[in-house]
């Protein structure tokens, strides 16, 4: 070990384990790839304010998880602690929603930072892949994401996840609904940080995890009660269009998520293997983040899975995912004409699109063949002076342990039909 640490609430991804990560970035992104999603990548971090702004100034994400930093240049920056903001930026940036086509769809996967207290699920790295479609008001652009989330957990074998699905409302109802709560809230007999929190931003105390909290939220008026007809006749929609495409969900009235810039249908993906930190992935409408950073009106959806969440998922669920062997053929050349030739051969391999790797460091044949053992690799190439003298080489088939000469000019295409 050196003098140093990963930092506390981080941790690297290592083989075997981070090929599992990669498979399921690549199982998320799967099925947006195929809906029409662009792929879109943005800064590590960015202004400050755009965070502050956009996902609140009384969220605790915005008051006590930003990584903040002042540039030698004078400018305040925070790394990013979630990608709605910024994709959002960057798409009024390039103007992409004036190119005539709404929604602009696009998909992002990437690394996210927030100060929290670490604890398993939780982590003050973690990462993301996400999609935000912007500029369409349209039931079932919200009903398509969250088919498109369940779909990329089904392909990944996972069961014991549960959708939960509310609708936080918009700016005609949630007002007279957020006057309906502070008044209950108020006279409840809450500790004095809560009560602030009951003046900027009451729907969050609905979210407090405390018992002697919970218990005397019972009777507090329910934002359904309170829905404009407009909202009820959207949600209603959205809630059918799922239906219809065999999507189960749970109608969660408490549902209120953790950034302020939720507007109408708002979800969370929860599996019920990860004990505190269930939530694996959420979104939901965000109508009028546009116009609080500074854009005009672009009413738009998404949402963000976690994919270290995702991975512990399927921890709980036994789920080992199919990942194949990185490596095909293994190269072991005897003597050094041999890793002279093979080194040409594992070139060729490559360029036909065989992965393969090679015995390098000159170790003998029992080292060299433990490393090709280890790699997985399917077949073996061992080559000495006398092989070489007579044309060819040896090709181990490591399952059955069979081996054959094949001769030089032959490898690629021998060992291309025996992997297909
Ligand atoms: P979020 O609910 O804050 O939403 O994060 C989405 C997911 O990221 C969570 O469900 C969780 O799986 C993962 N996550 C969040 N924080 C951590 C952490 N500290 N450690 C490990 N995993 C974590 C958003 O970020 C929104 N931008 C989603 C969205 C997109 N809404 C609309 N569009």
Same mark, same amino acid.
């Given at each position: 070990?050196?003098?140093?640490?990963?930092?506390?609430?981080?941790?690297?991804?290592?083989?075997?384990?981070?090929?599992?990560?990669?498979?399921?970035?690549?199982?998320?992104?799967?099925?947006?790839?195929?809906?029409?999603?662009?792929?879109?990548?943005?800064?590590?971090?960015?202004?400050v304010n755009l965070f502050a702004r956009g996902v609140g100034e009384s969220t605790d994400i915005v008051t006590k998880e930003m990584y903040t930093l002042t540039t030698k240049g004078g400018s305040e920056l925070a790394l990013r602690p979630e990608g709605t903001a910024s994709v959002l930026r960057a798409a009024l940036e390039a103007n992409l929603h004036k190119a005539g086509n709404l929604p602009v769809k696009l998909w992002y996967s990437g690394s996210y930072y927030r100060y929290e207290r670490p604890q398993k699920g939780r982590y003050r790295h973690f990462s993301q892949v996400g999609a935000e479609a912007i500029g369409t008001e349209d039931p079932a652009l919200d009903a398509e994401l969250i088919i498109l989330a369940d779909q990329a957990y089904r392909s990944l074998g996972l069961a014991r996840f549960r959708i939960l699905l509310n609708s936080l409302g918009d700016k005609e109802c949630r007002p007279v609904y957020r006057e309906a709560l502070q008044a209950?809230?108020?006279?409840?007999?809450?500790?004095?940080?809560?009560?602030?929190?009951?003046?900027?931003?009451?729907?969050? !105390? +609905?979210?407090?995890?405390?018992? $002697?909290?919970? %218990?005397?939220?019972?009777g507090a008026p329910l934002l359904r009660d309170f829905l404009c007809d407009a909202c009820k006749a959207y949600h209603e929609e959205v809630r059918e269009l799922l239906t219809e495409a065999g999507v189960v969900y749970e109608d969660d009235e408490k549902l209120v998520r953790g950034l302020d810039y939720y507007t109408r249908t708002t979800f969370e993906f929860v599996h019920d293997g990860l004990g505190s930190q269930s939530a694996v992935g959420g979104g939901g409408r965000y109508d009028g983040l546009s116009e609080m950073i500074g854009g005009p009106a672009l009413p738009s959806v998404g949402w963000a899975l976690g994919v270290d969440r995702t991975v512990l998922a399927l921890e709980a669920e036994g789920i080992g995912l199919d990942v194949p062997a990185p490596t095909s053929v293994y190269a072991v050349p005897l003597g050094e004409e041999a890793r002279r !030739? +093979?080194?040409?051969?594992?070139? $060729?391999?490559? %360029?036909?699109?065989?992965?393969?790797?090679?015995?390098?460091?000159?170790?003998?044949?029992?080292?060299?063949?433990?490393?090709?053992?280890?790699?997985?690799?399917?077949?073996?190439?061992?080559?000495?002076?006398r092989d070489l003298a007579e044309g060819g080489v040896q090709l181990k088939d490591m399952e059955s342990g069979e081996q054959e000469a094949v001769a030089l000019g032959d490898l690629v295409a021998v060992v291309q039909a025996r992997l297909a």
């Open positions: 070990m050196s003098t140093f640490q990963a930092p506390k609430g981080t941790y690297d991804l290592i083989p075997p384990d981070s090929a599992t990560y990669l498979a399921v970035r690549d199982a998320i992104a799967a099925p947006l790839r195929t809906s029409g999603y662009g792929y879109i990548e943005t800064p590590g971090f960015e202004d209950f809230l108020r006279d409840l007999d809450l500790d004095e940080e809560t009560r602030r929190r009951i003046e900027i931003n009451p729907l969050r !105390v +609905l979210d407090d995890k405390r018992a $002697e909290v919970q %218990k005397q939220l019972t !030739v +093979l080194f040409g051969l594992v070139t $060729e391999l490559r %360029k036909a699109g065989v992965a393969t790797d090679f015995a390098f460091g000159g170790r003998g044949l029992k080292g060299a063949m433990k490393s090709a053992n280890r790699s997985g690799a399917r077949y073996t190439v061992v080559a000495g002076e």
